[in-house]
């Protein structure tokens, strides 16, 4: 079970997302169909949400009954939902409008009781993996006081920035290995820079950011 941390929904390419003027494809469809979370998030994140999105998609158990997905994303106001919900711009906007701190109750109450059902539901069987930074509290304080220890992260988060991150775990898919993951209680939220992924890897996904 996966939950993915969010794209930044006020930041610089959700803005370009947003624009009226805007004629890419995404964004037409965003205005008058809607498109999915997964794909708008991976847009305005980069490489490091399709990094997630992709290894949660590649390792995620289909079969967890009850679950309403086996991957979801966390929002900024309307707590879990699977990367295939469809947003139009409204909503879209109203998420942009909260910020993501566990001191705020709209982004707060939201995320615990969706969690919160989610932990009824899967029972004591499954661990829940966040693919997040677990650096701060926004993401670590209400999943924590919910899931406990089945809350997990992948141990070679630490000390990596969010390109590096992305970068791992696409490495990942494609070996079709998954990462080691620890307890996010009790963890090490801060180390040592780790070294850098493989040149070849680097430059390659460079080049299909460029694409």
Same mark, same amino acid.
């Given at each position: 079970m996966f939950l993915l941390s969010p794209a930044d929904s006020? =930041? #610089? !390419?959700a803005r370009l997302l947003l624009r009226e003027e805007a004629r890419f494809?995404? #964004?037409? !469809?965003?205005?008058?169909? =809607? #498109? +999915? $979370?997964?794909?708008?998030f991976s847009f305005m994140s980069g490489l490091y949400f399709r990094g997630k999105l992709a290894y949660a998609r590649a390792f995620a158990d289909p079969m967890i009954a009850g679950a309403p997905s086996s991957v979801l994303i966390i929002t900024a106001s309307r707590g879990l939902l699977p990367p295939e919900t469809c947003l139009q711009v409204a909503e879209l906007k109203d998420m942009a409008n909260v910020p993501i701190t566990a001191s705020d109750l709209r982004y707060r109450v939201p995320l615990e009781r969706d969690a919160g059902q989610l932990a009824s539901q899967? =029972?004591?069987?499954?661990? %829940? %993996? $966040? $693919?997040?930074?677990? #650096?701060? +509290?926004?993401? %670590?304080? +209400?999943? $924590?006081?919910?899931f406990g220890d089945r809350l997990v992260f992948p141990a070679d988060f630490v000390g990596r920035g969010d390109m590096s991150r992305g970068g791992l775990m696409l490495r990942s898919v494609r070996e079709g290995m998954q990462l080691v993951y620890t307890p996010v209680k009790n963890a090490t939220r801060h180390g040592v820079r780790p070294p850098k992924l493989a040149e070849s890897f680097k430059e390659s996904s460079k080049r299909r950011e460029k694409r």
């Amino acid at each position: 079970m996966f939950l993915l941390s969010p794209a930044d929904s006020s =930041g #610089a !390419r959700a803005r370009l997302l947003l624009r009226e003027e805007a004629r890419f494809e995404l #964004a037409t !469809r965003l205005r008058n169909s =809607g #498109a +999915p $979370l997964g794909e708008i998030f991976s847009f305005m994140s980069g490489l490091y949400f399709r990094g997630k999105l992709a290894y949660a998609r590649a390792f995620a158990d289909p079969m967890i009954a009850g679950a309403p997905s086996s991957v979801l994303i966390i929002t900024a106001s309307r707590g879990l939902l699977p990367p295939e919900t469809c947003l139009q711009v409204a909503e879209l906007k109203d998420m942009a409008n909260v910020p993501i701190t566990a001191s705020d109750l709209r982004y707060r109450v939201p995320l615990e009781r969706d969690a919160g059902q989610l932990a009824s539901q899967l =029972g004591t069987d499954y661990e %829940v %993996v $966040l $693919l997040g930074s677990i #650096a701060t +509290p926004k993401y %670590v304080d +209400p999943l $924590l006081s919910i899931f406990g220890d089945r809350l997990v992260f992948p141990a070679d988060f630490v000390g990596r920035g969010d390109m590096s991150r992305g970068g791992l775990m696409l490495r990942s898919v494609r070996e079709g290995m998954q990462l080691v993951y620890t307890p996010v209680k009790n963890a090490t939220r801060h180390g040592v820079r780790p070294p850098k992924l493989a040149e070849s890897f680097k430059e390659s996904s460079k080049r299909r950011e460029k694409r």
